[in-house]
Every structure is written in C-alpha cells, then in structure tokens.
C-alpha cells in the first residue's frame, strides 16, 4: 500500500476531458485511478502515460452506473493506495431525441450514466472521505443542465440532477471537511462534441461570446486548481461563454 500520497478517481477517463485531467494529476505526482467501461486499451494507455509522466497510473474497469461495481471501484482503490483525495465523476453520454419521440432506454441509459452514475460514485467513496474528515468530489455538468435545449431533454435533465445532488451532497458532508462542487466544461470538440452534427456545433459556436470551443486542457487545469481548494465547496463553475 502507497501511504501519504494523493489519490484521485477519474470516471470515463479513457478519452476526452477524463483523459486530460488524468494527465494533469499525473504530471503532479498523483496516484490516478483510470476509470473505464468499454475502452481498455486506451484506458491503460492513459495510465502508462500518467506513470511516465511521474504519477502512478492505474486503469479499472467498471460501470458506474452498477451499484456493486462503483463500490467495488472504491475498495480496490483503497485496497491499493490506502485512500482517496479527489473523486471526479466526468463519464457520460449524450442520447439525443424530441421528447415527443424519445425512447424510454435512451432516456434510461441517460440518467444511468449521467446521474445515477455520479450518485453511486459519490455514496461509495464519501464514506472513505467522511472518515478522512477529508476530499473533493468534482461533478462534470453541462450548461444544457441550467438552461436546456431542444432535442436535449435527457441530457438536460441528467446534468440538471447532477447539479442538485452536488449542491445536497456539499450540505450534508461540509462539516466534515468534504467538498463538492460542479463544474460546466463547455463545448468540446471531444469524442462527444465532435460526433454532434455540423449543425449543431455551428449553433454552439454561435452562442459562444468569444466564438470558440472550450479547450479540454484548459478545463483539467482547472479542475486540478479547484481540487486543491480548502474552502469552496456547493458551486457551480460555468466554464463556458454561453450565456445562461
């Protein structure tokens, strides 16, 4: 077992944002849990990357969204590192459709990755952060969760959540020393950004003040700075240029 060291979990950590914010605590010297579903190769690649570049990488595979698998995520981290610091809870999906034509597993597979993912992730590992009188869970959220959009309704309403339970979630664990906050990433041309149609990116472009993307980079640095932070917990960091 690794003592005095810092952990972090990173869920959907694979690719896109997850990617870059375990490659950012890597390069701090972090112990990084490389949280994956699906994508195992490129999973452990990112942990070899986060050990080379003077982290520990780690690469683990569970659905979140499964109760006994987000639990069993937490023990093995304990099991082999003795701790957790930072929970970031960033696995997602993006399941598009009018409400009127929305089909009940595509809004089920929603809510399970985009929320009842998170929930599992934040149930298991406060009990470790409740007993260490100390953590940080980080939510990725989205600016659709604070003001919608057409086509979006699942998506909308799993980030809307995600935002509720961070803010109920900083209530009931402040007081012994854990935080938690939400950050809004904005529009990222990531696996999920990218694959939207052309129509859409345009639209998002267009909304944006400055009339550019948010660099995924950008928001893993800020993530690690938040992260650090002793006394902000129960916020939501909009990191975009849409206006709200």
Same mark, same amino acid.
């Given at each position: 077992?690794?003592? +005095? ?13 997850? #990617?870059?914010?375990? !490659? ?6 972090? #112990? ?16 070899? @990357? ?12 569970? &659905? ?16 082999? %590192? ?23 597993? &595509?809004?089920?597979?929603?809510? &399970?990755?985009? !929320?009842?993912?998170? %929930? ?18 980080? +939510? ?9 959009? *057409?086509?979006?309704?699942?998506? *909308? ?7 509720? !339970? ?5 209530? @009931? ?5 854990? #935080? ?29 003040? !400055?009339?550019? %993307? ?6 893993? &640095? %800020?993530?690690?700075?938040?992260? #650090? ?16």
């Amino acid at each position: 077992m690794v003592k +005095n060291t810092k952990v972090i979990i990173i869920t959907g950590a694979s690719r896109g944002l997850g #990617r870059e914010v375990a !490659l950012r605590f890597g390069r701090a010297g972090w #112990r990084v849990v490389v949280n994956y579903a699906a994508s195992q190769k490129a999973a452990e690649a990112v942990a070899a @990357e986060v050990s080379a570049s003077g982290g520990v990488g780690f690469a683990y595979r569970a &659905d979140v969204s499964v109760p006994d698998e987000a639990e069993g995520m937490v023990a093995r981290t304990l099991a082999r %590192f003795g701790r957790v610091d930072v929970l970031v809870n960033n696995a997602g999906v993006a399941r598009p459709g009018l409400i009127a034509k929305l089909s009940d597993a &595509d809004w089920d597979a929603t809510i &399970d990755a985009n !929320l009842k993912g998170p %929930f599992y992730c934040i149930k298991s590992v406060s009990r470790v952060m409740l007993k260490q009188k100390a953590g940080h869970i980080v +939510n990725v959220s989205s600016i659709l969760g604070l003001r919608g959009k *057409a086509g979006q309704a699942a998506y *909308a309403a799993s980030k809307a959540g995600l935002i509720g !339970l961070t803010k109920a979630a900083a209530v @009931e664990l402040g007081s012994r020393g854990v #935080r938690v906050n939400a950050v809004l990433p904005g529009y990222m041309l990531t696996d999920m950004g990218a694959g939207a149609s052309g129509k859409y990116r345009a639209e998002a472009l267009a909304d944006n003040l !400055l009339g550019r %993307f948010s660099e995924p980079a950008e928001v893993a &640095d %800020f993530i690690f700075h938040l992260a #650090r932070m002793k006394a902000v917990s129960g916020q939501v960091f909009n990191l975009d240029s849409r206006v709200v």
